[in-house]
Nanobody, 131 residues
């Protein structure tokens, strides 16, 4: 069974940075390198939002407009690990951040990450940005 475990969340001041990691394990016949990955976030009382995605090979990325230019997604297939670098953080970035993995479909449709196209999800890591 595939498992995704996020880490790296915390509390920072506005303008600060964090680096989130998502370690994957349990891949059997299908290798980690065949999965596209994504980061989603959900703040209390708000809908889940797709933040960023990266293709299986790591050569194509997509970002939500609210984070473009501030966040960077990357994928290390040799380490089975996904990253999200968060720079110039804002209070509105405060949320639980989740990583997800999928294969065989399109992670982004119409400029939006589709959570239903991801098969595996982590438990989340909390990011809190103080003003």
């Amino acid at each position: 069974q595939v498992q995704l475990v996020e880490s790296g969340g915390g509390s920072v001041q506005a303008g600060g940075s964090l680096r989130l990691s998502c370690a994957a394990s349990g891949y059997s016949y299908s290798s980690y390198s065949s999965h596209y990955m994504g980061w989603f976030r959900q703040a209390p009382g708000k809908e889940r939002e797709g933040v960023a995605s990266i293709s299986a090979g790591g050569d194509y990325t997509h970002y939500a407009g609210s984070v473009k230019g501030r966040f960077t997604i990357s994928k290390d297939n040799a380490k089975n690990t996904l990253y999200l670098q968060l720079n110039r953080l804002k209070p509105e970035d405060t949320a639980m951040y989740y990583c997800a993995a999928g294969r065989g479909r399109y992670p982004v449709v119409g400029g939006r990450l589709l959570p239903e196209n991801f098969d595996y999800w982590g438990q989340g890591t909390q990011v809190t940005v103080a003003s």
